[in-house]
């Protein structure tokens, strides 16, 4: 399963915030996920968000489903290894887009690329708008695709700043290359502060305060 976030747009054609129907206010990730598909760059997607059986086993042993429940679920399938080794994470399903509904200290989740673009040899560079009230660190900020290594994972660390107040605040992470622009939606609810209002924490000696 393939699953694209960048070949769309969230911006009209005179680069203001696409309204939603009824309250025509701006649209925000929940309204219309990464943006509206535009066929034509999705024939030249550049990366893309890939998952296969076995991904789909280890979300479903984090939500807690035993192996027994999990293979009952799957049609006949020899090669799928249905087993839970009890550290997976919910939130590190391959979705092309990131939520933390309940953010109460420092969250590492893990994504993985894969390059379908037809130069092989791409590298890409990250760059981060942190949700309002949260503190966003992606690591590497570099991705180096070959003929060999066509698929990367990378990780994004969010830290709270300070409540959000019952909402859900919007960001995002976009991967370049000069052509190509993969954009993944940051979608956060902080439900604490840290340490009196202010945060610290690393990712890969990075120190982030």
């Not at 309204?19 to 030249?44: E, I």
């Not at 180096?144 to 409540?163: A, C, G, N, Q, W």
């Not at 370049?176 to 939606?185: A, E, F, I, L, S």
Request: proline residues 5%; aromatic residues 8%; charged residues 20%.
């Amino acid at each position: 399963m393939l699953l694209i976030c960048h070949a769309a747009y969230a911006r009209d054609t005179s680069s203001d915030s696409i309204l939603a129907g009824g309250t025509l206010k701006p649209t925000d990730a929940f309204d219309m996920g990464a943006g509206h598909v535009d066929p034509l760059r999705a024939l030249d997607p550049g990366l893309v968000y890939d998952m296969g059986a076995r991904d789909y086993v280890v979300f479903l042993c984090s939500l807690g489903y035993t192996q027994a429940q999990i293979k009952s679920m799957l049609l006949p399938s020899p090669g799928v290894d249905t087993s839970c080794g009890g550290d997976e994470s919910d939130l590190d399903l391959n979705y092309p887009a990131i939520t933390v509904s309940d953010l109460s200290g420092s969250t590492t989740i893990r994504r993985t690329l894969r390059n379908v673009g037809r130069i092989k040899n791409a590298v890409y560079f990250a760059s981060v708008r942190s949700p309002q009230g949260v503190h966003a660190v992606v690591w590497p900020r570099l991705l180096l695709f070959s003929r060999r290594k066509e698929r990367i994972t990378y990780y994004v660390t969010m830290i709270p700043l300070k409540r959000s107040q019952g909402r859900y605040d919007f960001g995002e992470v976009v991967w370049c290359d000069g052509h190509h622009r993969v954009r993944t939606p940051l979608i956060v609810h902080v439900n604490t502060t840290m340490d009196g209002g202010s945060s610290s924490g690393s990712l890969g000696g990075l120190q982030v305060a």
